[in-house]
């Protein structure tokens, strides 16, 4: 009698086991498949997690709470409003009706879209975890109300002399950060992170002159392009080049180039003038530069090589310095590696 009832209460635990198990699993909404696609990223996020903040996301849109949306953004969104400028906003004064639907009829995931983050409603919200402080966030919110930066109207194109300088003379940090690390060494600059920023600084002390340098893999590379050598063709986006020039066009406000070494490999180079900077502005950026500043821009700039990469943009201030030898030089001021930062500078100086 002993062993029968020992007996019913093992099947008992058994089965109300197996009850439990089958509750959690229905209570998930991510798959075998998802869990799978953790793993290959190394499990620095957990499918139902990345699924329950997309939730929560979608929740505070359906209550129009902008305040809260906004504080799950680190700093500043790299697409979509500042904060600054949703501030003391209404929901219906930074989205629409038709965007607010379309994201609450989305279905939250439970993997992302590769190394690019989760997604909702085709990429209206992108949002990712932060491995290193263990907490989720917003990054880009697309489709948003957009903030007019300059009222004044602006040049298209940069022209010196009558002729518009080509998107790929302006030289940007690279994705690598290899031309940046080698200035960086050879000159021994201390704080990396601040050159990075703030290259102006720099130049004219640490780094002595505006001349290219050879690098460790035998090649030259400049900060500061040489309007000479920039017009003749021969600067691309940091490195110095012999190629054949070619004049760029003007697509929608902005100045666009297509270079190509083969016919089955083209970059793309493109720039937007977003802001003029006052030429006091432009001095104190650059305080160690013996030249004049004749002008000074934010611009927008970037370049595509193809791929699923997109293009690789920055926001830059740079500044057309003259000296007395007849030499000029467009020379990086300042790099903001988000629109919105940019934009929160121009504020601060205006």
Same mark, same amino acid.
């Given at each position: 009698? *002993? ?21 959690? *699993? ?9 869990? +799978? ?9 957990? /499918? ?21 949306? $906004? ?10 409003? =500042? ?16 965007? =607010? ?10 993997? /992302?879209?590769?190394? =690019? ?11 990712? +975890? #932060? @491995?290193?402080?263990? &907490? ?8 948003? @109300? ?8 602006? /040049? ?37 992170? !601040? ?9 004219? &002390? ?13 090649? @030259? ?10 017009? *003749?063709?021969?600067? =691309? ?9 070619? #004049?760029? +066009? ?32 432009? &001095? ?12 000074? $821009? ?13 293009? !690789? ?14 030499? +000029?030089?467009?020379? /990086?001021? &300042?790099?903001?590696? @988000? ?12």
């Amino acid at each position: 009698m *002993k062993n029968i009832y020992i007996l019913i209460l093992t099947i008992m635990f058994c089965l109300n086991s197996s009850l439990t198990l089958s509750k959690e *699993k229905s209570a998930l909404n991510c798959v075998e498949k998802d869990r +799978k696609y953790a793993e290959f990223w190394k499990n620095y996020y957990d /499918p139902e997690e990345a699924y329950n903040f997309g939730e929560t996301i979608k929740k505070l849109v359906k209550e129009k709470n902008l305040k809260s949306i $906004f504080n799950l953004v680190e700093g500043e969104l790299t697409s979509g409003p =500042r904060k600054d400028f949703v501030n003391n906003k209404k929901f219906s004064d930074i989205f629409s009706d038709k965007w =607010r639907n379309s994201l609450l009829e989305s279905k939250s995931p439970c993997s /992302p879209v590769g190394w =690019r983050g989760f997604m909702l409603d085709n990429g209206s919200i992108w949002f990712n +975890k #932060d @491995k290193d402080k263990n &907490k989720w966030y917003i990054f880009s919110i697309l489709g948003a @109300k957009k903030e007019i930066i300059s009222e004044k109207k602006l /040049p298209i194109g940069w022209k010196v002399s009558e002729k518009i300088i080509p998107p790929q003379c302006f030289s940007t940090k690279w994705i690598s950060g290899d031309n940046y690390e080698e200035f960086s060494e050879k000159f021994d600059i201390k704080n990396y992170n !601040d050159f990075l920023n703030n290259p102006g600084k720099f130049l004219g &002390k640490e780094i002595p002159n505006l001349e290219p340098i050879n690098t460790s893999w035998d090649e @030259k590379i400049y900060l500061a392009a040489s309007l000479k050598d920039c017009f *003749k063709g021969n600067l =691309r986006g940091g490195g110095i080049v012999k190629t054949t020039n070619v #004049d760029p +066009k003007i697509i929608n406000k902005s100045i666009h180039n297509k270079i190509c070494s083969t016919k089955s490999s083209c970059t793309e180079y493109s720039y937007t003038i977003l802001s003029k900077i006052p030429l006091k502005n432009c &001095k104190n950026l650059a305080p160690h530069i013996f030249g004049k500043c004749e002008a000074s $821009f934010l611009i927008s700039v970037g370049d595509y090589s193809g791929g699923s990469i997109g293009w !690789d943009m920055s926001y830059n201030i740079y500044g057309l310095f003259s000296f007395n030898d007849d030499k +000029k030089y467009i020379v /990086p001021l &300042k790099n903001f590696y @988000k629109k919105n930062n940019a934009v929160n500078y121009l504020r601060s100086i205006n």
